[in-house]
């Protein structure tokens, strides 16, 4: 029996040494894939490090850009309301001076007109008259015509009612 108990106990050491191989093995297999990770995981952080300074930089860069954009546009604003105002100014100037030479032009034209139409008034009323004259001369030359006419007709008539 102490030899089946050595038997059985070498078998029990046996069993037990292989299970605890096998779970060193297990255990070297999982922290080589452990220190893998970690490696992986701390490779990555870095790179997220990196790229988290360059997104640093470059959000100051960009809060910077903005900034100058901001001021540029607060630049030109205030440069515009000024030339703005100014350029009413001159605007209204010059739309008063204008306004002032189209009056000036309208009563031209209306004196030129006026004139125009003035002459045409007494070339109308000259033409009017020689024409009423003419007519006037003719209508004459119609009654002594027709008078002429009556009269020959009148003596006509008595020489015909002498016997």
């Known amino acids: 029996m102490e030899t089946y108990l050595l038997i059985v106990s070498v078998a029990l050491f046996l069993g037990v040494m292989g299970i605890i191989a096998m779970l060193e093995h297990r255990r070297r297999t999982e922290k080589a894939q452990f220190d893998q990770t970690l490696l992986a995981l701390t490779a990555c952080l870095d790179v997220l490090r990196a790229t988290q300074a360059e997104s640093n930089a470059q959000t100051v860069q960009l809060k910077q850009a903005l ?95 002498k016997p």
Do not use: P, Y
């Open 67 to 161: 900034a100058q954009l901001q001021a540029t546009i607060e630049w030109g604003a205030n440069c515009s309301t000024e030339t703005v105002r100014a350029s009413s100014a001159e605007l209204a100037a010059a739309v008063e001076k204008t306004a002032g030479q189209l009056q000036t032009a309208v009563a031209h034209h209306q004196k030129a007109l006026d004139t125009t139409f003035m002459r045409a008034a007494e070339q109308l009323s000259v033409s009017a008259s020689a024409r009423s004259k003419e007519l006037l001369s003719e209508t004459q030359r119609t009654t002594k015509a027709i008078g002429e006419l009556k009269a020959s007709l009148e003596e006509s008539v008595k020489f015909d009612t």
